[in-house]
């Protein structure tokens, strides 16, 4: 059953993540402005969307701690396992842009989580801060799209008649799709795992280290991997960073607005630290040739095996708790 339920889930991330790609690449050619443009603000927000309604739930709750986990996990799952699957499978070569501009904004942000977090708490001024950051980051992001030509190569078979009401049909189906194959895809792997590690006593701290937050990234996996088998890596690539500053940003920006977010050393020892190292790991490939290859892709996951043992080890020896 877990089996049919993890197929099920898969074939429904596959069918959002191609009605994704389809709307963002038809928006982009109406507008006029590059996919890579459309992938870190429209794909990015809807990819984000599920983190948003846990992190929101959480403080409303009243534990809008959970909200930090879940974004740095992510925006580390994003870097080092979905970019990394995604190059190992298609290859992506960087342009200048994302390099000069969309980069450096996602280190900004990192810095400066880390800077509102060195107190231990993100204030409603600081959730205010962040949450108005992005505004003023996609504003920036579609007037410097419109100011030049847009030379972005469309490969996707897509009438330029297609209406606006078609398109964000599109989305909606895809936002959709990606969000349920999710669920679908976490409940098939957990059933798996329980059945595989029965018996083992830390069953629960490896299906949740493991399972449960790579189910947070799998829509960003699904629709990279779409995009760049479409011959889109700018919509790809953009998904993946403007996840990680939607995540920092809008996520952690409106959580702490509805409640201050308390951050533990533990996270701004270890878990903080290691997101911008993942970053920077990314930079240093990047400067060694715009092409992240195979190869390049293989460091990357490698890092995040790390990082899983990690974890894994100071919540077995009681460092981290579970």
Excluded: H
Aim: proline share 2%; glycine share 10%.
């Amino acid at each position: 059953m877990g089996i049919l339920i993890l197929l099920f889930g898969l074939s429904v991330l596959v069918v959002g993540g191609e009605l994704l790609v389809r709307g963002a690449v038809g928006f982009s050619k109406k507008m006029k402005i590059s996919s890579l443009v459309i992938g870190m603000t429209v794909v990015a927000f809807g990819t984000s969307a599920p983190e948003l309604l846990v992190s929101a739930q959480s403080a409303i709750g009243g534990n809008p701690g959970i909200a930090i986990g879940n974004v740095i996990g992510s925006n580390i799952a994003n870097i080092s396992l979905v970019l990394a699957l995604t190059v190992i499978v298609f290859p992506i070569v960087m342009d200048r842009q994302t390099m000069r501009i969309d980069f450096p904004i996602m280190i900004f942000s990192m810095f400066l989580f880390s800077y509102f977090s060195f107190d231990g708490i993100i204030t409603l001024i600081e959730g205010l801060i962040l949450f108005s950051l992005v505004f003023i980051f996609t504003f920036f992001l579609f007037i410097n799209s419109r100011s030049k030509e847009n030379k972005s190569v469309v490969e996707i078979e897509l009438s330029n008649k297609e209406s606006f009401g078609k398109l964000i049909l599109f989305f909606l189906l895809g936002f959709i799709c990606l969000y349920f194959g999710a669920e679908w895809f976490i409940d098939g792997s957990v059933i798996i795992a329980n059945y595989l590690f029965e018996g083992n006593p830390d069953k629960d701290l490896i299906i949740g280290v493991t399972v449960v937050a790579f189910g947070t990234s799998v829509p960003e996996l699904a629709t990279s991997l779409v995009a760049a088998y479409r011959k889109e890596p700018s919509l790809s690539i953009g998904n993946l960073i403007g996840s990680n500053i939607f995540n920092i940003l809008l996520v952690l920006g409106f959580t702490s607005i509805i409640k201050p977010i308390k951050v533990s050393q533990d996270v701004l020892i270890f878990d903080s630290v290691y997101m911008i190292g993942v970053a920077f790991l990314l930079m240093i490939l990047f400067l060694i040739g715009k092409k992240i290859n195979r190869f390049k892709g293989i460091v990357l996951i490698l890092s995040y095996i790390v990082y899983i043992l990690i974890v894994l080890f100071r919540m077995k020896t009681g460092v981290l708790e579970f």
